[in-house]
C-alpha cells in the first residue's frame, strides 16, 4: 500500500522556525512533481507549495512567500518544507501529496500538524 | 491565487440529486481541464472524486458526475447516500506546479 508520512510539526513560537519532512513509501517520488497542501483545524484545504521533479521549479502561494521553501531528495524518497518567519496564521495541518499526470492528488497522508503559538 | 468560490453548504435528502458549483476564473478553472473534487470526512485525508473535470477513479461511484462550463465547474451527486455526507471541495491546477482550492462545500444527507 502507497503511504506517505509527513512530521516535524509540533509548537513553535511566532517568528520559528520548523522543517517538515514527507517519507513516501511504494511509490518512487522522482517520478512525480510533489506539493504541500495545509488545513487549518476546521477551515478548508489550501495549497501550499509545490516543486518539479528535478527540483528546478517550484511555486509558493502568496500567503508563504519569502518564507517557506520546499526541496526534495530523490534519492532519499523524501520531500521537505522549510517553513520560516511562522505566524499564527499559518497554523494547520500540513499534507504532502504528488501530483498525478493528470495534475491531481491521489494520495494523500495523514498530515503533521503546526501550531504557532506563544 | 485567489480561492475558487463554491457554496458553503448544500443539502439533500436520500435518493436526492445535488449539485455543488465552483467558480474560478479564466486563468484558472476555465483555463485548463485539470478540475478535480474531493471529499473529506471529519478527521481524515481528502478523498479525489473527480479529475480532469469529468472522470471518476476506480472505485468511486458513478452517482459522482462532474461537469464545466466555462469558468464554472460542478459536481453532481445522485442517489444520495448517508455516507456521501461530508466536506467537498473543487480544485484546479493552474500550471507551474501550482493549483488553488475552493473554500469547500459541506453536504447534508437530511
Known amino acids: 500500500e502507497v503511504q506517505f508520512l509527513e512530521s516535524g510539526g509540533g509548537l513553535v513560537q511566532p517568528g520559528g522556525s520548523l522543517r517538515l519532512s514527507c517519507e513516501a513509501s511504494r511509490f518512487t517520488i522522482s517520478r512525480y512533481a510533489m506539493t504541500w497542501v495545509r488545513q487549518v483545524p476546521g477551515k478548508g484545504l489550501e495549497w501550499v507549495s509545490g516543486?518539479?521533479?528535478?527540483?528546478?521549479?517550484?511555486n509558493y502561494a502568496e500567503s508563504v512567500k519569502g518564507r517557506f521553501t520546499i526541496s526534495r531528495d530523490n534519492s532519499k524518497n523524501m520531500v521537505y518544507l522549510q517553513m520560516n518567519s511562522l505566524r499564527a496564521e499559518d497554523t494547520a495541518v500540513y499534507y504532502c501529496?504528488?501530483?498525478?499526470?493528470?495534475?491531481?492528488?491521489?494520495?494523500w497522508g495523514q498530515g503533521t500538524l503546526v501550531t504557532v503559538s506563544s | 491565487q485567489s480561492a475558487l468560490t463554491q457554496p458553503r453548504s448544500v443539502s439533500g435528502s436520500p435518493g436526492q440529486s445535488v449539485t455543488i458549483s465552483c467558480t474560478g476564473t479564466s486563468s484558472d478553472v476555465g483555463n485548463l481541464n485539470y478540475v478535480s473534487w474531493y471529499q473529506q470526512h471529519p478527521g481524515k485525508a481528502p478523498k479525489v472524486m473527480i479529475y480532469?473535470?469529468?472522470k471518476r477513479p476506480s472505485g468511486v461511484p458513478d452517482r459522482f458526475s462532474g461537469s464545466k462550463s466555462g469558468n464554472t465547474a460542478s459536481l453532481t451527486i445522485s442517489g444520495l447516500q448517508a455516507e456521501d455526507e461530508g466536506d467537498y471541495y473543487c480544485?484546479?491546477?493552474?500550471?507551474?506546479?501550482?493549483?488553488?482550492f475552493g473554500g469547500g462545500t459541506k453536504l447534508t444527507v437530511l
Open positions: 516543486i518539479s521533479t528535478s527540483e528546478s521549479s517550484t
Open positions: 480544485c484546479s491546477y493552474v500550471g507551474s506546479y501550482t493549483s488553488v
Open positions: 501529496a504528488p501530483y498525478n499526470s493528470g495534475w491531481y492528488f491521489d494520495f
Open positions: 480532469d473535470v469529468t
